[in-house]
């Protein structure tokens, strides 16, 4: 159901298109290696690098997924890249998928249970691991804040985040060169289990436990994953060592109903609620998502400096990044 719990909720429309125009490679050509390649975010880097006029000569690509035979797995297969299997809790299957491999991007998903936050880091752990046994000149690694350290210990159990950076502070100590992309919260959400729902009087209704002016950061992951990903790959040396806090801006929750309103030509509102009424709609590990919303209201998505790192990310994104309202036009949101 989740491809990455940095947006509340995620679907997962395959972003690879049926076909691309076949491409000469360069026999100079670095091997870019995707791990869970039939995801949004390694999808949109594959698409990206595929239509790219530079980078698609200078990056080959080897798409890694668990399973060949899945429909998106078939999708990628016709395409001018390769594609490999393997499993990231299987470490042999990792060194043969990474060997030869010049550039790496990686990503983990999270689990759910007791054991969640040690099961997703072991999984990128390994992931890095594999890329520094074979020889990976570089790793680019799907990250997220830590949302423990920059509470200060208040919220605790938003254990997606938290893996993901400890993940990334331990790429930062191995032998590797690296670089981060930190995606906000993914445009797709409002069009999947956090649309907006019927509020009986013809109108719709986004409900939450936080407040209307809340920020949150939006990506359109489909589209723009490449954009940020790409200037990493374009200018490896520049970017070294640094995060790309990725989303367009920072939307209020009103300002996020307020655009959905006028897209859809729909009323939509926004309404703060309490925990306990937010709660029974929820998954039963539903104190981690009421965690998260919580704190990013009261620290930010990206900690205190929110804003301008985000900036940051568009300035140095290759190529223009969607806004929310472009999004919509693109992927028109039907209510019901």
Not at 258 to 278: D, H, L, N, P, R
């Amino acid at each position: 159901m989740f491809e990455l719990i940095s947006a509340d909720f995620v679907s997962h429309t395959s972003p690879i298109p049926a076909s691309y125009p076949l491409k000469p490679s360069s026999h100079n050509a670095k091997s870019l290696c995707c791990l869970r390649a039939t995801g949004q975010q390694g999808g949109s880097v594959i698409s990206y690098v595929l239509n790219d006029p530079e980078l698609s000569k200078e990056y080959t690509i080897r798409a890694i997924t668990r399973d060949p035979t899945s429909s998106s797995a078939s999708a990628l297969a016709k395409l001018p890249i390769e594609v490999v299997k393997a499993d990231i809790n299987d470490s042999d299957s990792l060194f043969t998928a990474l060997k030869g491999a010049h550039t790496v991007f990686a990503m983990t998903a999270p689990t759910f249970g007791p054991h969640a936050k040690a099961i997703e880091f072991g999984q990128g752990k390994a992931m890095a691991d594999a890329a520094v046994q074979e020889g990976v000149c570089y790793l680019i690694f799907s990250t997220l804040p830590s949302v423990t350290k920059v509470s200060g210990g208040k919220y605790t159990n938003v254990y997606g985040f938290d893996a993901k950076a400890d993940v990334e502070e331990y790429i930062r100590t191995v032998p590797i060169k690296s670089a981060f992309f930190a995606p906000g919260s993914f445009m797709q959400n409002f069009q999947g289990i956090i649309a907006p729902t019927p509020d009986g009087k013809g109108g719709y209704v986004i409900a939450r436990h936080v407040s209307a002016m809340s920020q949150l950061p939006l990506i359109d992951i489909v589209g723009d994953t490449g954009k940020y990903v790409g200037a990493i790959l374009a200018e490896p040396e520049k970017y070294e060592g640094r995060t790309f806090c990725a989303a367009t801006a920072l939307y209020s929750m009103e300002e996020i109903a307020q655009i959905i309103s006028k897209a859809s030509g729909m009323k939509v509102v926004y309404q703060e609620t309490s925990v306990k009424e937010f709660k029974k709609h929820l998954p039963p590990w539903a104190d981690m998502l009421i965690e998260m919303m919580l704190y990013q209201e009261e620290f930010g998505y990206y900690g205190p400096e929110s804003k301008q790192l985000v900036a940051w990310a568009v300035e140095n994104a290759r190529g223009r990044v969607n806004t929310f309202e472009e999004y919509l036009m693109q992927n028109p949101l039907s209510l019901h």
